[in-house]
């Protein structure tokens, strides 16, 4: 069974502090993406990576960068936090070997809830 | 106009009854669909691909109306365990995922 984790399940930080959010897959994916989730709005892509030391845009990635430097292991990092960034940041892997983007599904990891004060 | 749009209920319905709801998406160029099920403070996972020609998997059945830019879930003999908020996903052509904001279940015994 395909396995996410995300190093921390809930997470209080105050503005201005720099935060890392860890993800870790063991399914040997090839795509990794960062989402947060916010109550009336769909998941909203941060960023995504397609391959090792690859990362692209996602649909709100100001503030924040990623990392991936191992296949397993891709990082969001929010330079400054702010207010505005407490939310719940989901990570998903997908693409199996023999997949197509088509019909691979994304694995989720359980979800860090961040607050910022 | 969200590119995906989902009533967010929530759906009340008694245990063994059979509710349906509808997602709308906005791109004609979309390619591919699926479902997700989110329960409570839980992470999405994959309930089913929506298929042209639509498709089944036991009580649940996912059809696609290209021409009216929707899709469709049917729950039948609904159970306690189906109470989640269900996603519904749109492939755009550029193989990225738009999420619309969920539609909550409740299913009261």
């Known amino acids: 069974d395909v396995k996410v984790t995300q190093s921390s399940r809930y997470l209080v930080k105050r503005t201005g502090e720099k935060v890392f959010l860890e993800c870790v897959q063991d399914?040997?994916?090839?795509?990794m993406f960062w989402y947060r989730q916010d109550p009336g709005l769909g998941l909203r892509l941060i960023y995504f990576?397609?391959?090792?030391?690859?990362?692209e845009k996602g649909d709100i990635p100001e503030g924040y960068s990623v990392s991936r430097e191992k296949k397993e292991r891709f990082s969001l990092i929010l330079e400054s936090a702010s207010t505005s960034q407490t939310s719940m940041y989901l990570c998903?892997?997908?693409?199996?070997?023999?997949?197509?983007?088509?019909?691979?599904?994304?694995?989720f990891g359980n979800g860090t809830r961040l607050t910022v004060t | 106009r969200k590119e995906v749009e989902q009533d967010p209920g929530p759906f009340n319905v008694p245990e063994g009854a059979t509710v349906a709801f509808n997602c709308t998406y906005s791109?004609?160029?979309?390619?591919?669909f699926f479902w997700y099920r989110q329960d409570c403070r839980k992470e999405p996972k994959l309930l089913m691909s929506?298929?042209?020609?639509?498709n089944e998997d036991g009580r649940f059945t996912a059809q696609l109306n290209r021409a009216s830019q929707y899709i469709s879930l049917l729950i039948r003999d609904s159970k306690l365990s189906d109470s989640a908020t269900y996603l519904c996903?749109?492939?755009?052509?550029?193989?990225?995922?738009?999420w619309g904001a969920g539609t909550k279940l409740i299913i009261k015994p």
């Open positions: 998903a892997s997908s693409l199996e070997p023999g997949q197509t983007l088509y019909n691979s599904p994304l694995h």
């Open positions: 399914m040997d994916h090839e795509n």
């Open positions: 990576s397609y391959d090792v030391k690859m990362k």
């Open positions: 791109n004609s160029a979309s390619q591919s």
């Open positions: 929506v298929y042209s020609s639509g």
């Open positions: 996903v749109v492939m755009d052509s550029n193989y990225q995922l738009i």
